[in-house]
């Protein structure tokens, strides 16, 4: 079936520095990539959707200049989260909508920003 | 705008109970509608979704859901549990026809099964 890779799977950073979190579709085509963050116990909040090749939709409230999304190719798609700070801790979600059908989910990234 | 809501935070039971997680949605139109689960340290994985005909729709692991368009719910049901379908549900929902378009989860149903 298909398949998202979405690495790194756990990253922890110092306070002021970025992080660049990738998300591969591995046997598809994902021509839209929703970016997803995720808080304890709480629901899938989405941050951004991209279309290949197009700048991205942010959801209100979200930052892009923090927030910077890539979607450059129909395999690849990256959240840079940009001079992190402990409030961005978050487990971070990707999700390809493409050639496969459906919704395919990466298998998440916990950020930790110390 | 869509939304979704999803009654029980937190359910526990025992093997071999049945399970029944609420969902309900708003929306003015006709909808697409999927549960979704998350086993602890993995990504979602859809368990079933309904699109149109009958509103009885059959999923992975032995889970159904019924949608009844007259109460705006899409019920999540198990018949037996098993210690292994300890995990986390959502619920969600998209307008017919925007296949591609965001979907609009519910909060969440954490499930405990306990052997």
């Known amino acids: 079936g298909a398949v998202v890779s979405q690495h790194p799977s756990r990253v922890i950073c110092k306070s002021g520095t970025s992080v660049k979190i990738e998300c591969r579709s591995l046997d598809f085509q994902a021509t839209t990539m929703f970016w997803y963050r995720q808080f304890p116990k709480q629901s899938l909040m989405l941050m951004a959707t991209s279309n290949e090749g197009s700048k991205a939709t942010y959801e209100q409230g979200v930052e892009k200049d923090k927030f910077l999304i890539n979607h450059a190719s129909l395999t690849l798609s990256t959240l840079t989260v940009t001079s992190a700070h402990p409030e961005d801790s978050s487990f971070y979600i990707c999700?390809?909508?493409?050639?496969?059908?459906?919704?395919?989910f990466g298998s998440g990234t916990r950020l930790t920003v110390v | 705008a869509q939304s979704v809501s999803q009654h029980n935070h937190h359910v526990i039971l025992s093997e071999a109970a049945s399970l029944e997680l609420g969902c309900n949605y708003s929306y003015g139109g006709t909808v697409n509608l999927f549960w979704y689960v998350q086993y602890p340290g993995q990504h979602l994985q859809l368990l079933l979704k309904y699109f149109s005909g009958d509103p009885l729709v059959k999923g992975i692991n032995g889970f159904e859901a019924e949608f009844i368009k007259s109460k705006f719910s899409f019920n999540l049901r198990k018949p037996s549990v098993q210690w292994s379908d300890t995990a986390e549900y959502f619920c969600a929902v998209i307008p017919t026809g925007a296949a591609g378009n965001k979907l609009t989860f519910g909060g969440g149903t954490r499930v405990l099964v306990k052997p």
């Open positions: 999700s390809a909508y493409g050639t496969a059908g459906g919704y395919t």
